[in-house]
């Protein structure tokens, strides 16, 4: 329920380290835009679909990554994709568009299928258990695999349990960063995540080293996953060694997690609307029973992609896209002060009451066939928008669909009186305290 009263720096504070998503009140979620003054500088909430389209697309070159998202991700991802600006993110997008081709994500198809059919073997016997860490392991097996192959450096199991620690102790704003305090006091967030870091980073450097004696001794023999497409894009006027490893790690950080929750958010809401369930169920079912290839049914299964995207709506695995103007500047009436904190909220715009009709409600319809074209391209952003839009957002809707296709047609998932999900803002929209659902095969 969005605050009525403004709350004080302190609490700000507080706030930002516990749920930034509590921040924001009624008002946020009512006008186009809000400049304030925050507790770091000036703010400026982005919620016109118009304003959002001018700091994304129309002015982006003057708007660069904000400064304290910098602060938290580049330590870990350096100048990987997500993180590169200027010279560095162009050369970078462009050696890597190649990698992302329909072709190479139709490619990832059947290992994403084997992958699932494997893992949702362990609900075969039913019962209660954390579909949100559940999430997690699953689009990690499927990482591990269209990544790697599973060739992995390291003690089995080393790499998964490292992530998970990486990202819990490295991924959170630091008060400091967030007061814009000077770079020379030490952040404990950081200090913390030094070593775990090193050795992240030693299995990554391993796990290449190991690819390219495997090529060396049989280039026919390779597998054609992300980082044999990542080394291919290597060379003069494509990625540096060591940003083919900030790219593996940064594909990990923005890839991982953030499907997981797309998925984890997709079975509470369907669970949460049986008669939606339905109708996704026996619209898989049908699907499945005429149509082996997995590559299909992303275009096969409007109703299924309709209630992800919904979930993608009420739950953006990424609440906050924030950038920085490097020049003042005005739009319309707003002002837009040099190295403001330029909010643009999927958190915010997706639930904004001027927007969206019923904006709280569950309602895949709105992406129907028919009725998903009457949507603003501006206030449906979960991917983001314009020339740093997500690269990876194909796989994960192909990834979404093949492992809902599989996990709704055999399983049925139930909320229990347990299931009290409550969004936290971290590195990803997250249920605090988990998912716990009930689990129970279907009886075909
Ligand atoms: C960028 C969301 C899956 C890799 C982004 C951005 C968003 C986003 C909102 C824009 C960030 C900004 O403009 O500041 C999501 C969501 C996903 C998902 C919701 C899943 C449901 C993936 C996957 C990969 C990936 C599977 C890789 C395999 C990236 C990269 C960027 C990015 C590399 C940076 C692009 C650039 O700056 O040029 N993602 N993403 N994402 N995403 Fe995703």
């Known amino acids: 329920k969005p605050r009525t009263t403004p709350p004080s720096t302190l609490e700000m504070i507080r706030i930002v380290y516990r749920n930034p998503l509590e921040?924001?009140?009624?008002?946020?979620?009512?006008?186009?835009?809000?400049?304030a003054k925050g507790a770091g500088g000036p703010l400026v909430i982005a919620n016109d679909p118009g304003l959002i389209r001018h700091v994304?697309?129309?002015?982006?070159?003057?708007?660069?990554?904000?400064?304290?998202?910098?602060?938290?991700?580049?330590?870990?991802l350096r100048d990987g994709l997500l993180t590169a600006e200027g010279e560095v993110w162009k050369r970078s997008r462009k050696a890597m568009a190649p990698v992302f081709t329909p072709r190479h994500i139709f490619g990832f198809a059947q290992p994403m299928l084997k992958r699932t059919r494997e893992f949702v073997t362990r609900y075969e016997d039913g019962g209660t258990s954390d579909i949100a860490h559940d999430m997690t392991l699953l689009t990690y097996d499927i990482l591990a695999e269209t990544l790697f192959s599973g060739e992995i450096a390291g003690e089995p199991g080393s790499f998964a349990s490292q992530i998970d620690r990486l990202f819990e102790t490295m991924g959170r704003v630091d008060p400091l960063d967030l007061l814009r305090a000077p770079d020379w006091l030490p952040r404990l967030t950081r200090i913390r995540g030094r070593k775990t870091m090193a050795y992240f980073r030693k299995i990554v450097t391993d796990t290449v080293k190991m690819r390219e004696e495997k090529f060396r001794r049989d280039p026919d023999g390779v597998p054609q996953d992300f980082l044999t497409l990542l080394l291919?894009?290597?060379?003069?006027?494509?990625?540096?060694?060591?940003?083919?490893?900030?790219?593996i790690i940064t594909f990990i950080g923005a890839g991982h997690e953030t499907t997981a929750r797309a998925l984890g958010w997709t079975l509470y809401c369907l669970a949460e609307s049986p008669w939606e369930r339905d109708r996704v169920e026996q619209e898989i079912d049908a699907v499945l029973a005429r149509e082996p290839d997995p590559t299909k049914w992303l275009d096969a299964m409007p109703f299924t992609r309709a209630a992800?995207?919904?979930?993608?709506?009420?739950?953006?695995?990424?609440?906050?896209?924030?950038?920085?103007?490097i020049v003042p500047e005005m739009w319309g009436d707003l002002y837009i002060p040099k190295h403001a904190a330029v909010l643009v909220m999927p958190w915010v715009v997706h639930r904004h009451r001027k927007l969206w009709d019923r904006p709280d409600a569950f309602l895949p319809e709105r992406f129907h066939p028919g009725n998903r074209e009457k949507i603003d391209r501006f206030q449906y952003l979960p991917f983001g928008a314009g020339p740093r839009v997500c690269i990876g957002a194909s796989f994960a809707m192909q990834e979404a669909i093949i492992a809902l296709a599989i996990m709704l047609s055999r399983f049925r998932f139930d909320t229990t009186s347990e299931t009290k999900p409550w969004p936290v803002q971290k590195l990803t929209t997250q249920p605090q305290g988990g998912l716990p659902m009930r689990v129970t095969p279907r009886a075909l």
């Not at 921040?23 to 400049?35: H, M, R």
């Open 23 to 35: 921040l924001w009140g009624e008002q946020t979620y009512n006008e186009p835009w809000i400049s």
């Open 56 to 76: 994304l697309v129309d002015n982006a070159k003057n708007y660069k990554m904000a400064t304290v998202r910098q602060k938290i991700l580049r330590p870990i």
């Open 232 to 247: 291919k894009a290597e060379g003069p006027d494509g990625l540096t060694r060591s940003e083919v490893e900030d790219n």
């Open 308 to 325: 992800f995207d919904e979930a993608l709506r009420l739950y953006p695995p990424a609440p906050s896209i924030n950038r920085e103007p």
